[in-house]
Each structure stands twice: as structure tokens, then as C-alpha cells.
T-cell receptor
Framework: AQSVAQPEDQVNVAEGNPLTVKCTYS??????LFWYVQYPNRGLQFLLK??????LVKGSYGFEAEFNKSQTSFHLKKPSALVSDSALYFC????????????FGQGTELSVKP | GAVVSQHPSRVICKSGTSVKIECRSL??????MFWYRQFPKQSLMLMAT?????????EQGVEKDKFLINHASLTLSTLTVTSAHPEDSSFYIC???FGTGGISFFGQGTRLTVV
């Protein structure tokens, strides 16, 4: 079965510093990986995806993620955090064997302080 | 990205009544729609997957007679919470996708409170 894990419930970063939100995955076959962001009382917004190709994927709002096959990781990164980046971040993997539904990690709350 | 509209954003209903939530894909045809439930500070729990024109596939433990899903067109899916009880109070989110390889886009969510 496909799964993703986000080992940190919360990440605290100072504005202007780089941020990393961690995600590891477990899949059979090639992984289809996604990052989404959720602001309070809102749905999820798509940030970026990895299907194939370059290991470094660039997405919305200056975010990027690095696919690392040997470490089975797909960490989300941003060189310089903004206070407005504070939100709940979800890593997800597509379960190809079950109709392509998304399997979500437990979420990581990012807090960026001025 | 594509736009998925979910309505209403917030609803309060009395225990025992039914509530319908709509999910519309505004600028693409959604061959598949998904319904999730989310508790505070927790991840999304998939309730069911619906493909246009066919019956929804429910996840284990989700009562299909209580959570009625209809996907009558390529742009609209509805979730009806029947005979709602306070324990059904939650944040419900839909997502829509075109094809099996497309990105899933999410609605803004519906906060249901049953009193």
C-alpha cells in the first residue's frame, strides 16, 4: 500500500530564513507525489508535483521540492520564508492501484514569525 | 490552477435533518470527484470517490446510506448528509480531477455544524 509520512507536526521558522517541511513516502512502483497547502477554514491549494523528470521540482509561491529516491523523501523547501507562508502543509501520494486517489500525510503546521 | 467551487461554505442544521453540499468544477470537466472529511488539526480522511455517471465508491467504515453522493454531470457532484447528528459536525472538502493523471483541485470546504 502507498503511504506518506510527515514526521514533524509543527515547524517554526523566522521570516527570511530557509524552510524545510519533511515528507517520506512508501510506494510500490514509481511515485506520484504532491504538496498542498491549507489556510485556516479553506480547502487545499496545489503547490507542486513530481511525476517524472528532474528531481528538483519548482512550484507556486517560490516553493520547491526535491525528490530523493534513495532516501524515499520529497521534502518541501523555500529559500526565504514569509509570514504569509504560515499554514498547514500536506504531502500526498497518488495510489495508482486504487483509482488514483490521493493518500495524505498527517500534515505539518508551519509557523513563520517576523 | 483550475477552479473548484464548493457550496455552502458554512451550514448549521438541526439534528435529524439532511444537508446537501455541492461541488462544482468551473473550468474543466471532472471525470472523478472525491469527498473528504477533516477534523481540526488533522489530515483529510477520504470518504468516497465518484466517477461521473456511476455509483460512488465508499471507503471502509463510511456509511453510504448516510452520506449520499451523486455525480450526475462532469461538473457537479453533491454530498447529502442524511439524518445529521452532532457527531457529523466536521469540515467537508471535495476535490475534482480530469482523467487519471490530472492534478486534483480542491473546493474551499464546508463547515457543517449539527445542533
Amino acid at each position: 500500500a502507498q503511504s506518506v509520512a510527515q514526521p514533524e507536526d509543527q515547524v517554526n521558522v523566522a521570516e527570511g530564513n530557509p524552510l524545510t517541511v519533511k515528507c517520506t513516502y512508501s510506494v510500490s512502483g514509481n511515485p506520484y507525489l504532491f504538496w498542498y497547502v491549507q489556510y485556516p477554514n479553506r480547502g487545499l491549494q496545489f503547490l507542486l508535483k513530481y511525476i517524472t523528470g528532474d528531481n528538483l521540482v519548482k512550484g507556486s509561491y517560490g516553493f520547491e521540492a526535491e525528490f530523493n529516491k534513495s532516501q524515499t523523501s520529497f521534502h518541501l523547501k523555500k529559500p526565504s520564508a514569509l509570514v504569509s507562508d504560515s499554514a498547514l502543509y500536506f504531502c500526498a501520494v497518488r495510489d495508482i492501484d486504487q483509482g488514483g486517489k490521493l493518500i495524505f500525510g498527517q500534515g505539518t503546521e508551519l509557523s513563520v514569525k517576523p | 490552477g483550475a477552479v473548484v467551487s464548493q457550496h455552502p461554505s458554512r451550514v448549521i442544521c438541526k439534528s435529524g435533518t439532511s444537508v446537501k453540499i455541492e461541488c462544482r468544477s468551473l473550468d474543466f470537466q471532472a471525470t472523478t470527484m472525491f469527498w473528504y472529511r477533516q477534523f481540526p488539526k488533522q489530515s483529510l480522511m477520504l470518504m468516497a470517490t465518484s466517477n461521473e455517471g456511476s455509483k460512488a465508491t465508499y471507503e471502509q467504515g463510511v456509511e453510504k446510506d448516510k452520506f449520499l453522493i451523486n455525480h450526475a454531470s462532469l461538473t457537479l457532484s453533491t454530498l447529502t448528509v442524511t439524518s445529521a447528528h452532532p457527531e457529523d459536525s466536521s469540515f467537508y472538502i471535495c476535490s475534482a480531477r480530469f482523467g487519471t493523471g490530472g492534478i486534483s483541485f480542491f473546493g474551499q470546504g464546508t463547515r457543517l455544524t449539527v445542533v
